[in-house]
T-cell receptor, first 116, second 111 residues
Framework: SAVISQKPSRDICQRGTSLTIQCQVD?????MFWYRQQPGQSLTLIAT?????????ESGFVIDKFPISRPNLTFSTLTVSNMSPEDSSIYLC?????????????FGPGTRLTVL | KQEVTQIPAALSVPEGENLVLNCSFT??????LQWFRQDPGKGLTSLLL?????REQTSGRLNASLDKSSGRSTLYIAASQPGDSATYLC??????????FGTGTRLTVIP
């Protein structure tokens, strides 16, 4: 399994500001994933981050709004830029580990963001 | 596109009761299926993973089954406890980087 930590665990931010969320994994992983969970909703994939290359964004998400860094195999950051109240969500970092012949997904504890 | 549905959306049961949570998916071409638990405002904890070639997996009081041909999975919780109260999410994997989540079942176990 993987142990994933995120900082901050929660934050309350003003409209128009930006917040950077950090994700640290206890083992080296090829891909890290960032998800958003809006209130009362299920998870939506924002982007996939590979070390040494630009992140791949899902439909509806753009790099200018959600820039991602992946400087090494155990760390990634997601920035939520120019925030609006609609960005209030839980943001989750995730990794995929290969165990023998199958892959299992693990998640961090999440960052609960409230935008006023 | 894969669609994952969980029914019911919410469930309340008295402590000690056995219960079943349902997950259905539209495309049977899956690699595996995972059940997660999410406490309010928190991240996801992986409970069980079933490979496409498997029929069921067990961990403690939890048993997950998979019927790939009919596009269904169930999570059985035996002798429920108040600490089991959480939202349970199922997710199907259809390929690398393709994980589709259901909307979850919010379980409340009443002492």
């Amino acid at each position: 399994s993987a142990v994933i930590s995120q900082k901050p665990s929660r934050d309350i931010c003003q409209r128009g500001t930006s917040l950077t969320i950090q994700c640290q994994v206890d083992s080296q992983v090829t891909m890290m994933f960032w998800y958003r969970q809006q209130p009362g909703q299920s998870l939506t994939l924002i982007a996939t981050a590979n070390q040494g290359s630009e992140a791949t964004y899902e439909s509806g998400f753009v790099i200018d709004k959600f820039p991602i860094s992946r400087p090494n195999l155990t760390f990634s950051t997601l920035t939520v830029s120019n925030m609006s109240p609609e960005d209030s969500s839980i943001y989750l970092c995730s990794v995929e580990l290969w165990e023998s012949a199958y892959n299992e997904q693990f998640f961090g504890p999440g960052t609960r963001l409230t935008v006023l | 596109k894969q669609e994952v549905t969980q029914i019911p959306a919410a469930l309340s049961v008295p402590e000690g009761e056995n219960l079943v949570l349902n997950c259905s998916f539209t495309d049977s071409a899956i690699y595996n299926l995972q059940w997660f638990r999410q406490d309010p405002g928190k991240g996801l904890t992986s409970l069980l993973l079933i490979q496409s070639s498997q029929r069921e997996q067990t961990s403690g009081r939890l048993n997950a089954s998979l019927d790939k041909s009919s596009g269904r999975s169930t999570l059985y919780i035996a002798a429920s406890q108040p600490g089991d109260s959480a939202t349970y999410l199922c997710a199907v994997r259809t390929g690398a980087n393709n994980l589709f989540f259901g909307t979850g079942t919010r379980l409340t176990v009443i002492p």
